[in-house]
């Protein structure tokens, strides 16, 4: 099993433009999750879906970020226009729906830095 | 509501000496309780996970016992190696909510030879 896999791995842009992570999850998960890790907030979750839909999105800070999920093998997080505070590094996550609550596999992470 | 809270680090260990650290939780359903490690530069990993109460869950030397009575999950090794050092991260996941976890804030983790 190839495990989660986010593209790209690192990320710089210029203040404004626009931003697009890529997520694959496992294979035969349902569920997935795209979380952002800063040293000041530490993990936080943003948004996640149950079977592609959008369950809870409490956790987008703001109408710049998006989230799609068109189908089970692919979600896209977007930043745009994207701003410097927006530097951390964003994992994707997936679990597989159950009885009890399922591990959730992380990918590696991808590392944006926005000048 | 749901929540975790975790012991203050960073901590500093001498290799081969005990390690715990603190993790307590509310819930309001059922948690399956995990705890997950983080090397420098990469993606969390799970390190262990107890499902119901009084569970223990274990791997790589590390140990947590699912406590209902204390609401905790402390992890503990009995010695450390330098390639232990990471961040470590407990968290849970209720009954309530779907596959949502809750995570502390982290524990670094760093063992000197």
């Known amino acids: 099993d190839a495990g989660v896999i986010q593209s790209p791995r690192h990320e710089v842009t210029e203040m404004g433009q626009e931003v697009t992570l890529r997520c694959k999850p496992i294979s035969g998960h349902n569920s997935l999750f795209w979380y952002r890790q800063t040293m000041m907030r530490g993990l936080e979750l943003l948004i996640y879906f149950n079977n592609n839909v959008p369950i809870d999105d409490s956790g987008m800070p703001e109408d710049r970020f998006s989230a799609k999920m068109p189908n089970a093998s692919f979600s896209t997080l977007k930043i745009q226009p994207s701003e410097p505070r927006d530097s951390a590094v964003y994992f994707c996550?997936?679990?597989?729906?159950?009885?009890?609550?399922?591990?959730?596999?992380f990918g590696p992470g991808t590392r944006l830095l926005v000048l | 509501g749901n929540s975790v809270t975790q012991m203050e680090g960073p901590v500093t260990l001498s290799e081969e000496a005990f390690l715990t650290i603190n993790c307590t939780y509310t819930?309001?359903?059922?948690?399956?309780l995990f705890w997950y490690v983080q090397y420098p530069g990469e993606g969390l990993q799970l390190l262990l996970k107890?499902?119901?109460?009084?569970d223990k869950g274990s791997n790589k030397g590390f140990e947590a016992t699912y406590r209902k009575e204390t609401t905790s999950f402390h992890l503990e090794k009995g010695s450390v190696q330098v390639s232990d050092s990471a961040v470590y991260f407990c968290a849970l996941s209720a009954t309530n909510t779907g596959n949502q976890f809750y995570f502390g804030t982290g524990t670094s983790l760093t063992v000197i030879p």
């Open positions: 819930a309001t359903g059922y948690p399956s």
């Open positions: 107890a499902t119901k109460a009084d």
């Open positions: 996550a997936s679990s597989a729906e159950g009885l009890t609550q399922e591990t959730q596999y």
